[in-house]
């Protein structure tokens, strides 16, 4: 007699991003967000890039600059504004996170439509384009 059975749970794709950044010499702060793929492509990923780019070395989490993420990379005046809020990562986590000072790891999955779990695996040295504003 099984105690429990597992029943696939089949729903619309999504990505999971988990950051992870040092507070304290290994006192970790984590921060994890679901996007939809339409999210993510459009500027989850090239966020997560900037991040890293940005900010990924040791003792440099304050350099990271959302504010001029958006102003190079997401052109306001086609976006709406409902959309730049579901873009934006939850950043920094955590209530304590001004504590924190090194980005450690940033890790996202993909579920596809049949619950299959992906690990993505991001370019970071990717050269980001700015978006040409209208």
């Known amino acids: 007699m099984s105690l429990y059975t597992l029943t696939p749970i089949l729903d619309a794709p999504q990505f999971t991003v988990t950051i992870q950044a040092d507070a304290n010499d290994a006192d970790y702060q984590y921060e994890t967000q679901t996007y939809t793929p339409e999210q993510f492509d459009y500027c989850v990923a090239k966020q997560l890039i900037f991040l890293k780019q940005t900010a990924g070395g040791h003792y ?9 993420f958006y102003t190079r990379f997401i052109d306001r005046n086609n976006t709406p504004e409902k959309d730049v809020r579901f873009c934006q990562l939850k950043f920094p986590p955590g209530e304590n996170w001004n504590d924190c000072h090194t980005l450690k790891e ?5 579920r596809d439509h049949e619950s299959v779990f992906h ?5 970071y040295e990717a050269e980001l384009v700015p978006n040409e504003l209208s």
């Open 119 to 123: 690990i993505v695996e991001l370019d």
């Open 106 to 110: 940033i890790t996202v999955t993909y």
């Open 60 to 68: 440099e989490l304050d350099k990271f600059n959302q504010h001029e």
